[in-house]
């Protein structure tokens, strides 16, 4: 793999390093130029965010004083991660971090990567608790835990349950949830597809349920990027043949688990916004709506379970 160091230039170890193999600008230069060569589309930000991490020098710091020198062992490390970040592992898992909501997450392979664009769903479920008083909600493939420990943290009079089937994800989210002092959430393993009754997490019911579900087609996940494609968790991802299978027990399953006047939402792909509609429709629920994302993109289905069921 080209690394972007020059020809005949050594990695900086302990017994090879001079003070040019651990200036900032140096290090900045030879590392955004592997990435960019390597084909990573913000090489320059993503040098940066590694150099920060491994020494804490930000980059206004480093636009000022380009001649500062790292450690070399701090320099050794930073050329390590140039070199797995040039292979298109995600940034957020070399640095172990993701921002949710203006949080700082836990994230490591095996989890799913928190996304801006799911923001709008925890956005919206914030504005559907407003007329609940001590809710309670279910966030069923909680992941990382970000969507539900997000609300919770907001409405600290709520009670929050997560559900997750990977025990990757559902450490991070433990983790999490210490991480940002959320005290009002319990997380449990279980597979939401063989779960015929979710009252089984949730036994008085619940004022909301929230659900970020795989819902990728099977034969596009051969086509997303790199990053995504070779190191995100695929059952994270996999929605079966059309991205819909997910949504076709969750839906009628909520409806059972809801009180009356309880609302479900789930974030969607871009074009999956009227299959999914209708699954909400054939399965009772009222106020349906597809609300786009700040991007412009279908990517919330919500409905409310009538009150007069």
């Known amino acids: 793999m080209n690394t972007g160091y020059r020809d005949g230039e050594k990695p900086v170890s302990a017994e090879n390093h001079g003070k040019e193999n651990c200036r900032i600008s140096e290090l900045i230069r030879c590392g955004s130029g592997a990435l960019k060569k390597n084909g990573i589309t913000d090489a320059s930000q993503d040098a940066w965010l590694l150099l920060e991490h491994v020494s804490g020098i930000s980059r206004s710091r480093g636009y000022a004083h ?31 971090e993701a921002y949710f909501m203006g949080d700082r997450f836990v994230v490591r392979p095996g989890v799913l990567i928190p996304r801006q664009d799911t923001e709008r769903l925890a956005e919206e479920a914030l504005l559907c608790l407003k007329e609940f008083a001590f809710p309670k909600i279910l966030d069923l493939c909680t992941g990382s835990g970000c969507i539900l420990l997000s609300i919770c943290k907001e409405r600290t009079d709520a009670a929050g349950v ?28 279980g597979d939401v597809l063989r779960t015929l009754d979710y009252r089984d997490f949730m036994p ?39 991205g819909l299978d997910f949504y076709r027990h969750i839906v009628p399953g909520a409806m059972n688990c809801l009180i009356p006047g309880g609302w479900l939402l789930c974030e969607i792909g871009f074009d999956q916004g009227q299959a999914v509609a209708d699954i909400y429709s054939e399965a009772g629920f009222a106020d349906v709506k597809i609300l786009k994302d700040y991007g412009g993109l279908d990517r919330v289905v919500k409905g409310r379970k009538e009150r007069n069921v």
């Open 66 to 96: 380009p001649d500062l020198e790292l450690e070399p062992d701090q320099a050794n490390e930073y050329k390590k991660l140039i070199s797995q970040r040039a292979a298109h592992i995600p940034l957020q898992y070399l640095t172990g």
């Open 204 to 242: 008085g019911g619940a004022d909301l349920i929230v659900s970020n579900p795989p819902y990728i087609p099977s034969e596009i996940l051969k086509s997303l990027m790199e990053e995504v494609r070779e190191h995100e968790p695929r059952e994270a991802l996999d929605g079966g043949a059309d």
């Open 162 to 189: 997560g559900v997750e089937l990977s025990k990757k994800a559902l450490s991070a989210a433990e983790e999490n949830k210490g991480l940002l002092g959320v005290e009002n959430v319990r997380l449990i393993q």
